[in-house]
């Protein structure tokens, strides 16, 4: 065997080594994604993507490594394009950073110098150049910054630039857009040094023998996700149909039909990785394909709003640097629902009203420090879970027996500027006076006056948080929403809305305070509805 032929075979065995780097060297990184992206376009008909999309309405032309980037506004046409998903770094960091600004826009258009590129940014050109991909799309970087009117216009256009990009690039583990793409250099296991055909040399980790039945020797499911807590990247990962993320540990790859990983052992989804509530692309695919079935669609309604809360759920638990990006944040998932889009407000869809109002702030680890803030009304009605920063959960199920009947809403105007105090939910259902206390021995909440309410304290959800003082011996009322037996013959919930009178004075005007979830025996339970009396119309802002 001559000295080529061997240098050749090295080559080769190189090549085919799926082995973990530290990090991976760019040839290695492009053709392992290039692997994974022609598996998806040759085998996985759920991820039947065109050859070209409609280009967002700017892109970066990532030129080649003699021609440098540039921003580039586009025209109508059409090519693939890769998206980033990325974290920003915090106000305070000192970390590289770099946008788009009115001021800066016409020298980007010119050429962006390489040096100018914070470290994601850069390999994120890098890998795109690799893929042999001309443009790439950063959100810091195609959208105007500092003018109002270009972001409420492409966050408005968001949904399509993630759906209708070729592939995403997520920086999963990195706190900052100057951290870089790449594994973080950590000791994991013992290695050897194998030198590659150039005679550079790397090192490559060595587990035992791999069990089909266990994932410990796959180390993407010990990868650290420091993007996947952020509002915005919800939407960024339901959306994109194929995402490449770069882990503390592994590369990692998602689309509709695959979880792959660098090692190739295909792991189950990693443990830090798991989303807030699981099922998350399922939950929207099923939305999606349901409303491609209209003839059922009234068929599967309780399982479509269930779906829809989920996500909601998730979502709400997720950081924002801005309180009011709440509703504009996930407004791409709901966009690509393909329901009339002036049934949408507030974050809550008008058919699945009855379904979503029973929504809750519950006392997460996380939060139980912090004092839930509401926002002001002309951002969204107290009826909505977008009305306050704060995790929520619905208590709604498909067993779920609804009490308040003709549930609409007033003035509903479709226009991106709606007043959304002017924004009325009307319905007609039980309403009970009560008081609002403290038990003795316990700092929660409770109302000791109210239909049976000596059964449950701890049912009682303040929306703005038990860290808040100024509820106690407040007037208000409950509205009964539903009751739900959860599979029991003996015991059932009931679901009622906390409400007190709006400050405005006007008669039987609203404003939503709390949620309360009572246990009933079935027999308590009809003892109530008995004593309840005739229903009421309520209007709730």
Partial sequence: ??????TQMKANLWESIPCLLRPPPLKWVA?????????CNESHSSCNLPKSTPLP?????????????????????SARYITLSHRWASPESRSKRLMTTKSNIASMCSGIPIDDLPKTFLEAVEVTRALGIQYLWIDSLCVIQNDAQDKAHEV?????????????????????????????????RSGIDVPDSSGNEHEILIGGAFDSAEYENCKARHNVSVLNTRGWVLQERILSHRTVRFGSYELQWTCAELEGCQCERSPSPPKDYEPLVPGLETHFRELME???HRDTLHLVHRSLARRWNAIVSDYSQRELTFDED?????????????????????????????????????????????????????????????????????SFTETSDFHCVRINLEAVDASPDVPYD?????????????????????????????????????????????????????????????????????FLSTHW????????????????????????????????LRGLGRRSVVRIV
């Fill in 290 to 292: 349901a409303f491609g």
């Fill in 497 to 528: 809305l906390l409400l007190q009178l709006d400050e405005s004075g006007e008669r039987e005007i609203y404003t939503r305070f709390g949620f309360v979830k009572l246990q009933h025996t079935v027999q308590e339970y009809h003892a109530i």
């Fill in 31 to 39: 053709n392992r994604i290039k692997r994974w992206l022609w598996a």
């Fill in 1 to 6: 065997m001559n000295g080529r032929t061997r």
């Fill in 156 to 188: 408005n256009l968001m949904m399509d630039v993630y759906s209708n990009a070729y592939l995403t690039l997520a920086a999963d583990w990195s706190p900052h857009s100057d951290g870089g793409l790449y594994v973080s250099p950590r000791t994991i």
């Fill in 422 to 490: 002017t924004v009325r939910l009307v319905a007609r259902g039980y309403l009970v006076p009560c008081i609002l206390g403290i038990t003795s021995g316990l700092s929660v909440p409770w109302i000791p006056e109210g239909p049976c309410l000596e059964y449950m304290s701890e049912g009682i959800h303040i929306d703005t948080g038990w860290m808040s003082t100024d509820w106690e011996d407040r007037q208000l009322s409950l509205f009964l929403i539903s009751a739900d037996r959860g599979g029991s013959v003996s």
């Fill in 326 to 394: 709440r509703l504009s944040a996930i407004a791409g998932i709901a966009g690509k629902i393909p329901i009339l889009r002036d049934d949408y407000v507030a974050g809550m869809w008008q058919v699945w009203l009855k379904a979503s109002l029973g929504w809750y702030t519950p006392l997460l680890p996380n939060w139980a420090t912090k004092e839930h803030v509401r926002m002001p009304p002309s951002y969204a009605p107290s009826w909505s879970w977008a009305s306050v920063i704060a995790p929520v959960m619905f």
């Fill in 57 to 77: 309405t700017r892109v970066i032309d990532v030129g080649s490594p003699n021609v440098q980037p540039r921003l580039y506004t586009t025209s109508g046409e």
